[in-house]
């Protein structure tokens, strides 16, 4: 669902991705770990057509980021690092915007429905100028699964939750992950702990380890992310 080869991207003569490759297919949650300025979102603007690579080339479901970058976004379901949303627009007004860009015929309902999936009911007659920083990244994350995408990008997604939406969240992300491709950028090592399937970690734009977690323990992996970030 994810094919990823050989993708560089370099700004102003310095590799903010470094020659990386790796695929993911449906039914994985994968976590891309890795510390701040490791080449995450970078990667991740890429794949979502947002930014070309300087060298490279990427699929997604089959779809080249050159050749089809429209069937590409229809796609993905992407929520970005700085969630951007229209403040003065209510929650529900937001979403049925948002499900009418894709055409579907069902917006209100599929509103509803997204509210209730990401737990948004106790504020979703405010305006989204109006919410907590958490609650916003809920708004952003159902705004990415309002047209049911095969794929799902998410940069960062638990930024800004209490302890009680990070539980909630990370739920949703793990049940989506049954049926859909989740890639997700974290520096957190819990984050894919309590998400992931599968681990990868960058640094310095260079992809340096890919584990499923299955065949290690949480300790060789927390062992490996310091081992690679503190070089």
């Known amino acids: 669902m994810i094919d990823i080869k050989n993708i560089t991207k370099i700004y102003d003569g310095q590799k903010a991705v470094d020659n990386v490759s790796f695929s993911v297919k449906e039914g994985e949650v994968v976590g891309l770990l890795g510390p701040n300025g490791a080449g995450?979102?970078?990667?991740?603007?890429?794949?979502?057509?947002?930014?070309p690579p300087t060298e490279g080339e990427a699929t997604i479901c089959g779809h080249s980021i050159y050749d089809d970058p429209l069937a590409v976004r229809r796609e993905i379901g992407y929520?970005?690092?700085?969630?951007?949303?229209?403040?003065?627009?209510?929650?529900?007004?937001?979403?049925?915007?948002?499900?009418?860009?894709?055409?579907?015929?069902?917006?209100?309902?599929?509103?509803?429905?997204?509210?209730?999936?990401?737990?948004?009911?106790?504020?979703?007659?405010?305006?989204?100028?109006?919410?907590?920083?958490?609650?916003?990244?809920?708004?952003?994350?159902?705004?990415?699964?309002?047209?049911?995408?095969?794929?799902?990008?998410?940069?960062?997604?638990?930024?800004?939750?209490?302890?009680?939406?990070?539980?909630?969240?990370?739920?949703?992300?793990?049940?989506?992950g049954k049926k859909k491709v989740v890639l997700l950028s974290?520096?957190?090592?819990?984050?894919?702990?309590?998400?992931?399937?599968?681990?990868?970690?960058?640094n310095h734009g260079r992809l340096v380890s890919d584990d499923h977690l299955g065949n290690i323990t949480s300790q060789q992996l927390t062992e490996k992310f310091h081992q690679v970030t503190s070089t």
């Open 186 to 202: 974290t520096h957190i090592m819990q984050e894919v702990e309590a998400m992931c399937t599968r681990a990868i970690i960058i």
């Open 40 to 51: 995450k979102s970078t990667l991740m603007k890429i794949l979502t057509c947002y930014i």
């Open 79 to 176: 929520l970005p690092e700085h969630n951007p949303l229209y403040l003065d627009m209510y929650v529900r007004e937001f979403l049925r915007f948002s499900a009418g860009i894709y055409g579907l015929s069902d917006c209100k309902d599929r509103a509803e429905e997204m509210i209730k999936l990401v737990g948004l009911t106790p504020e979703s007659n405010k305006r989204i100028g109006q919410l907590s920083k958490g609650y916003r990244q809920r708004v952003g994350l159902a705004q990415a699964l309002i047209h049911d995408p095969k794929v799902l990008i998410l940069d960062e997604p638990t930024t800004g939750l209490d302890p009680n939406q990070l539980e909630e969240i990370r739920s949703v992300i793990k049940n989506q």
